[in-house]
């Protein structure tokens, strides 16, 4: 990386982290693009040229998070099923303690200011359909499926339910104020039981060819 691109980083870094602040603080809905620019010291049109919308200035992650499905399928080993990849990312993701999870102190006022804003609601549902339509397109060309083959698309559905879910009990569990370690714990098991159905149905669906036959 260069030094013009580290800056550009630095600058995107510090203007998502000052906003973070002010929403945390006054609520997403009571903040403005521009109180996040005079914080920053820089111009409204910066703040846009790094994040287009105010949404984006909260979720700044978002294009990370929609990926995950997608790039867990494109890296599964070989004779892996689409399913056994997602259920390894998502354990792993558990395990080292990723950071979109939200299993870390000071995520409950994150979700507060979420609840509270149907904006960002919308945003979250956004996210969850993007991250669907990836995933099918991503089943679709890994499979060679043809255009009218439903399964990528009824997959990508089923995966993104799953996932999905799981996400909506940290979420759930985190603002009750339950122990992170102990929302690690449960939503380990949980993942087992989840992915456990869903291989019933989806076992061997895209699973990748043994080169040694």
Request: proline content about 3%; hydrophobic content about 45%.
């Amino acid at each position: 990386m260069g030094l013009r691109e580290e800056k550009k980083q630095a600058t995107r870094a510090a203007i998502a982290d000052a906003a973070l602040g002010l929403f945390l603080e006054r609520g997403f809905d009571r903040v403005t693009v521009a109180d996040v620019a005079r914080l920053v010291r820089v111009s409204v049109n910066t703040v846009f040229n790094y994040f287009p919308t105010k949404e984006d200035l909260f979720f700044d992650r978002q294009e990370e998070v929609v990926q995950r499905l997608p790039s867990a399928v494109r890296a599964r080993a070989e004779t892996e099923s689409a399913v056994a990849a997602v259920r390894r990312a998502f354990l792993a993701e558990i395990d080292q303690g990723e950071a979109t999870l939200g299993l870390h102190s000071g995520m409950a006022a994150f979700w507060r200011v979420v609840d509270e804003s149907a904006a960002l609601q919308a945003r979250l549902r956004h996210m969850r359909d993007r991250t669907e339509e990836v995933l099918a397109e991503t089943l679709r060309k890994e499979t060679g499926a043809d255009a009218d083959d439903p399964m990528p698309r009824i997959a990508a559905a089923m995966l993104t339910a799953t996932d999905s879910a799981l996400h909506a009990g940290i979420r759930r569990r985190v603002l009750e104020g339950q122990n992170p370690d102990s929302v690690r714990a449960e939503t380990r098991r949980t993942a087992e039981i989840a992915f456990d159905a869903l291989s019933g149905g989806l076992t061997a669906y895209a699973r990748r060819s043994d080169p040694e036959r």
